[in-house]
C-alpha cells in the first residue's frame, strides 16, 4: 500500500512526526501536498463526503482511512510497522508518551507565537520574549526531565525510549532534539547536557540506515521560520 501523507509542503512541522517513521520503515508514501500542491490537500480535508474530517494538518490516507492528530496517526504506523509494543499496556504506554509530546509541541510553537497564530511573530514579539523565557527556564527542563525518566525507567540496554526496539516515540525524541537544537542553540546545549538518554536515543535514530539516508536527502525539508521549530536568536538564552 502507498500511503497519502497530507501536510504542508514547505516545513518539517508536526508532519515530521510522521515522515520520520515512514522513512524509518521504508514505507511508500506520497507527500501529497508537496506533489500536487496545497489545494490537492485542501479538497480533500473538506471534502463533504469524508466521514472523519482532521481539523488540521496532518493526516495520513491509509487505504479507506483518513487519520488525523500525529498520535493517532504513530497509533495505526506503530501497530503496522512493528513500530510500538504489542501488548495493550505497552500500546497504551507509548501512545500515552507520544501525547505528551503533542502537549510538548504545542508549548514549543506557544514561543513564537504565545498569542494568536493568526498574528505575526513581529506584531508578540514581546510576549514571545516572556513566553521563550518560561519555556526555557521552567517547562523545557521538566519535559526533558520527564523524558530522561521514561527512558530511564524502560531500561534497555541499548538505550530505547520504549522495549528493546526502535518506536515511534524515538523517532519522535529524535526530532525533539533537532528541532531544540535549531531554535535555541544555546539554551538546549545547556539542557541537553543534563539529558544524556535523550541525546543517546536521538544518536540511536539518526543511525538507522533509512535515517540517516532521508536526513541527507531533499526529501527533508530545511528548518526554517515558518514551522514550529523557529530560530529568533533574541529569543535563545
Ligand atoms: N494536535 C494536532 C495539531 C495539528 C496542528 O496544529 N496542525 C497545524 C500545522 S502543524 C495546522 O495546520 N493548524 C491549523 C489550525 O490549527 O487552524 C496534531 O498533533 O496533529
Redesign the pocket.
Known sequence: MTYRLY??PK?Q???E?VRLPLEAVGAKYVDVARTAGVPAMMKVMKDPRLKTPS????FLQAGKLVI????N?LLYLGDHHDLAPKTEAGRLWAHQVQLTI?DF??EV?DTHHPIS?GLYYEDQKHEAKRRTRAFLDERLPKFLGWFEDVIARNGSKKGWSIGNQLTYVDTSLFQIVEGLRYAFPKATKKRLADAPRIVRVSDLVAAQPRVDAYLASDRRIAFNEDG?FRHYAELDE
Not at 481539523?55 to 496532518?58: E, I, L, Q, T, V
Not at 488525523?68 to 498520535?71: E, F, N, S, T
Open positions: 501536510y504542508w516545513i512541522g508536526r508532519g512526526l481539523f488540521a494538518p496532518p488525523g492528530q500525529v498520535a496517526i503533542t509541541f504545542a510553537h497564530t514550529i
